[in-house]
């Protein structure tokens, strides 16, 4: 007992023997960190903020509603409205193939849906000017029959899709291979058809990582700069997505108008950070109490339970 | 349901974009004439509104010279090209493709087509230091010392950094009695001096007057007095050099962009209007320098007297020039390359 006793010593001693290090390297590791932090994350998102409401809120409210932003924040909307969902079909035909099934060229088909992330989104925007551009491959066709694609919405669109094409994929795919196949191979067994298989167990199993995949593609899509920039041709009012209007205003000497705009794609930043947050604790909850469950009781209730849920 | 609502939604979103009733033109302009036709665009649509009744509305965008030359011949749907140089709208005709029919973008003889070989306005190319001018630059020569660092933009794109590289060649080979090589030597030393190229001439400006780099700035006139006027005269000043060139920035309808969107009356009325004692004013009043009437009288006391020579004297035009001097393997590419 005497042992026990000797044990449980005053206990803040005893924290700083077992981190082993000395006050002044932790107090030094962690000061550095949170000056890394203050300068790559809080100054430049306190500037942005700053800078917007440098003259009130009045200056910052008129720029906010000026007729080319409020174009630019609706085209970039119907930009993201249309290339995130293209994005989730796809994403999810593509994770729901790449784990569910083996089939030849499966690592290759892998390597392919992360091309646009290797690429430099330049090279992206120059690929759409190159096969629809005057010059391009489609150009003369597409100028016979008077479609336009560069230098306008289309363009804008198919840039946007091509950027942000892995991000849901990607996602599902991580999630799907590490829940395995056991509940899909259960209710094939019960004799339930492909879709209904996606449509009641996948989907309802994998939809935080889709939430989650959806929330970072649709924060890319409506930031994206580089690409966009390359096939827009910069019209006011016409062809001017978010980030390029902040560059243009930046360029005209309105830095309460640049820094308005920014702090609107900042705040877009954060909330995503957030919804991304809460979507992991969903993921990690949920997964603890699976594990518990299937610890305490030897028949698994989940698919059950999970089939309940979903209602068509 | 629910799937098709989105879609349903993005669709309609789309229509509101792109069909917008009225006529609409789209002017493809170089960089620093964003103020100039934001307020020219308004007086047009009010003067074409009284005089045909017809509601119309103007876009515009801006970039450097040279790569907004480049989206026209890549398919840009300009209805009017406003540049910053000649050579830029050569381009256009020259490598803008033809039709089946064996059209180009825009006839040859286009430069003809308005007074003044189609520029309303001109400019000239001057320094912009810092407020008392600490680095006491007076000319030309100033800019190759070595404790001087020069903004000034990337001729390969911009419009105003070929005027400021022609300008300083022009200078060098007056003061060496036309020596083609020390020209070379005394252009090769000024870009030595220069840290960053930018694009276009407002990302110079941005450089120099918001990130504070450069002790001199190589600007359009225009581009000069505007930063002038955002920043304040406390801040910068203006130094004219002994001699500079004559900058004619030209304006032209696209042809085959406009008898297909059936917009060429309107683009005509809205270049020809730069003519009129109204586009003469709004030009003056944003720096450029105006060429007829009322306007040019008005603004004489705004600028200074400069010595200015023409392109056409010194370089023998504006094809000569470029080949000579911006063409991939040219004279400016051989100095950029040989700086280190």
């Known amino acids: 007992m005497s042992g026990l006793v000797t044990t449980r010593a005053p206990s803040a001693h005893r924290r700083e023997t077992q981190v082993g290090e000395s006050l002044l390297v932790r107090v030094l590791l962690i000061g550095v960190a949170l000056l890394f932090l203050a300068i790559f994350l809080v100054a430049p998102i306190a500037t942005v903020f700053g800078s917007a409401f440098s003259k009130g809120v009045g200056p910052y409210w008129a720029a906010l509603v000026a007729d080319e932003t409020l174009d630019a924040i609706k085209l970039t909307l119907l930009t993201a409205g249309i290339s995130v969902p293209l994005n989730v079909v796809f994403g999810v035909a593509a994770a729901w193939l790449i784990s569910k099934y083996d089939f030849w060229g499966k690592s290759v088909l892998i390597t392919v849906v992360d091309l646009p992330f290797s690429v430099s989104p330049v090279i992206s925007g120059l690929i759409f000017v190159l096969l629809f551009g005057a010059h391009g491959w489609f150009g003369p066709w597409l100028s016979e029959h008077d479609i336009k694609i560069i230098f306008a919405v289309p363009g804008i669109v198919m840039a946007t899709t091509f950027v942000t094409f892995p991000l849901v994929a990607r996602e599902l795919i991580a999630v799907m291979q590490a829940q395995g196949n056991d509940e899909e191979e259960a209710a094939l067994t019960l004799g339930a058809s492909g879709f209904a298989i996606l449509w009641r167990i996948t989907l309802p199993k994998v939809r935080w990582g889709l939430i989650y995949g959806v929330i970072l593609c649709n924060a890319r899509a409506m930031g994206e700069f580089g690409a966009v920039s390359v096939v827009s041709g910069h019209v006011r009012g016409l062809t001017n997505t978010l980030p390029l209007q902040v560059e243009i205003l930046y360029n005209e000497y309105n830095f309460v108008g640049a820094f308005a705009v920014a702090s609107l794609l900042s705040a877009l930043a954060l909330v995503t950070l957030c919804v991304k947050k809460v979507a992991e604790w969903s993921v990690s909850n949920r997964q603890a109490k699976r594990e518990a469950s299937q610890r305490a009781l030897s028949v698994p209730v989940r698919p059950a339970t999970s089939l309940e849920g979903v209602s068509p | ?340």
């Open chain 2, 1 to 340: 349901m629910k799937i098709h609502k989105p879609l349903l939604i993005a669709l309609t979103l789309l229509g509101a974009v792109t069909l917008r009733a009225e006529v609409e033109l789209l002017n493809v302009s170089y960089d620093p004439t964003r103020e100039l036709y934001s307020e020219y665009n308004k007086a047009f649509t009010t003067y074409w509104k009284g005089k045909t009744g017809e509601e119309i509305s103007i876009s515009d965008s801006h970039d450097g010279s040279g790569k907004q030359s480049r989206a026209i011949q890549d398919g840009a749907p300009a209805d009017v090209a406003t540049l910053a140089l000649a050579y830029d709208i050569d381009a256009i005709y020259e490598k803008g493709g033809v039709n089946a029919a064996g059209a180009h973008l825009i006839p040859k003889d286009w430069q003809s087509r308005l007074p003044h070989n189609s520029s309303p306005y001109t400019s000239t190319i001057v320094f912009l230091v810092r407020k008392g001018n600490p680095k006491n630059i007076k000319d030309w020569a100033d800019l190759t010392r070595d404790d001087v660092s020069v903004i000034t933009p990337n001729p390969k794109t911009g419009g105003g950094a070929r005027w400021n590289y022609l300008a300083a060649w022009g200078y060098a080979l007056k003061k060496f009695g036309n020596d083609e090589a020390k020209a070379k030597d005394f252009v090769s030393r000024l870009y030595a001096n220069v840290p960053v190229l930018d694009s276009g001439a407002r990302g110079s400006t941005i450089t120099f007057t918001e990130r504070g780099i450069g002790d001199v700035f190589i600007s359009w006139e225009n581009e000069a007095y505007l930063a002038l006027k955002e920043f304040g005269p406390e801040k910068f000043e203006i130094v004219v050099p002994s001699v500079s060139i004559l900058a004619e920035p030209p304006v032209t309808v696209v042809d085959k962009v406009v008898d297909k969107r059936g917009t060429r009356k309107v683009a005509e009325a809205y270049l020809q209007y730069l003519y009129s004692d109204e586009g003469q004013d709004i030009a003056g009043r944003n720096y450029y320098r105006p060429r007829d009437g009322k306007a040019v009288a008005k603004y004489a006391k705004t600028f200074s007297k400069v010595n200015l020579f023409t392109i056409d004297e010194v370089f023998g035009g504006w094809q000569k020039a470029q080949k000579t001097h911006f063409a991939d393997g040219g004279v400016f590419d051989k100095i950029y390359l040989a700086r280190k």
